[in-house]
């Protein structure tokens, strides 16, 4: 089954290839999708595929991928020159190859800097001028500034550190930064940053519901899932955005712009929690017992023990502290008027995704 993609605008010439990183990973594989339905040519690097032909079945099964696609084996984020084939003859690269992994460990930092040295390196290499970057709310959300404040593109998280806890956040601030500061001074190069919240929806395969959309699949299961505020977005959206973003990068005044990619539903409190109680109504007579991976109860007792001088960061770090109860808020108003993307409903998301999960016979719903 092959989720539907809804059309955004679309550039009347496309001539040189559209090179997508991460092309086989969850938001990769909805990008190469909204390209090959809008007529692109799209070159799709992804590491071990001449072996493991498995991983990118479900790209070539793509309509338009057997005349538009080509697929290499690379895009080791690790490796120097390991993009240089698929980013050969293209004429822009969509960067969304990624890894997020929570924690405080600098070489969460590391990882994501060089990664992302690496592509722009092969970027350098094939002259390419627009490059497209899948970047992340968390390099704009902080925690040092009012409960009611509404983020827009125009804040930048400036409170995450390892030691708070948040690498993450820390990586993609970083990250982001470094795409804007490589292309800005040529004026002949651009980019843009796309920056969605948490990413649910279909998905083409298994390993999919192992990623973002794994709060779905917990849903179905009755697992615990964490509990943290966060404002979603439907995966068929955040491709429309990476690819209207990557028309307006044509037009100079597009240049370093970034955009922020969520629903038009409040901010969840307790995230994935609160989408049993949705999937729950959309699918009667069946059971979606959701428990938090942090319960509130045991949160209380928890939170004033971490401040304790010298042992309370051996209970919770501050981000945990910090960012398990505070809501995040977000515009997207930017989004929808700029990159004229329509955003689907929270009740839509979730029906679509646990339908796609289901009928594909990666999860089974209980009564």
Not at 27 to 38: D, K, P, Q, Y
Not at 77 to 82: A, I, P, Q
Not at 168 to 178: F, I, L, N, P, R
Request: aromatic fraction near 8%.
């Amino acid at each position: 089954m092959i989720p539907a993609l809804r059309r955004g605008f679309s550039d009347a010439a496309h001539s040189a290839p559209v090179a997508v990183t991460g092309s086989s990973g969850y938001i990769g594989s909805f990008v190469v999708a909204e390209l090959l339905s809008r007529g692109y040519n799209v070159h799709a690097p992804v590491r071990g595929s001449s072996k493991k032909p498995a991983k990118v079945a479900h790209l070539q099964n793509l309509p338009g991928a057997s005349e538009r696609l080509k697929i290499f084996d690379g895009g080791d984020l690790t490796l120097d020159g390991s993009f240089d084939s698929a980013f050969d003859s293209a004429g822009a690269v969509i960067h969304t190859a990624a890894e997020v992994v929570l924690g405080k460990s600098q070489s969460i930092i590391t990882a994501s800097v060089e990664g992302t040295n690496n592509v722009l390196k092969s970027v350098d290499k094939a002259g390419i001028n627009l490059f497209v970057q899948t970047s992340s709310v968390a390099a704009i959300q902080k925690y040092n500034v009012p409960e009611n404040h509404i983020f827009t593109e125009a804040d930048w998280n400036d409170w995450s550190s390892v030691e708070k806890g948040d690498a993450y956040g820390v990586a993609k601030t970083q990250a982001e930064q470094m795409v804007h500061a490589h292309f800005a001074a040529d004026e002949k190069r651009s980019s843009i940053a796309v920056n969605p919240g948490v990413v649910i929806g279909p998905v083409f395969t298994k390993a999919h519901t192992k990623a973002s959309a794994l709060f779905l699949r917990e849903c179905i299961f009755g697992n615990k899932v964490m509990n943290f505020p966060c404002t979603f977005v439907d995966v068929r959206d955040v491709a429309i955005g990476h690819v209207n973003a990557l028309e307006k990068l044509k037009l100079p005044e597009y240049k370093g712009r970034r955009f922020v990619l969520v629903n038009d539903e409040k901010c969840m409190i307790q995230g994935g929690v609160e989408l049993g109680p949705v999937a729950a109504r959309l699918f009667p007579g069946h059971k979606f017992d959701v428990r938090p991976l942090y319960p509130e109860p045991i949160m209380k007792i928890l939170r004033p023990l971490s401040q304790i001088p010298l042992i309370g960061g051996n209970i919770m770090d501050e981000y945990q502290r910090v960012g398990q109860s505070t809501p995040v808020h977000f515009s997207n108003k930017a989004a929808r008027e700029e990159l004229g993307v329509d955003f689907r409903s929270l009740d839509t998301t979730v029906k679509e995704g646990i339908e796609s999960i289901v009928d594909q016979g990666f999860a089974k719903l209980k009564k």
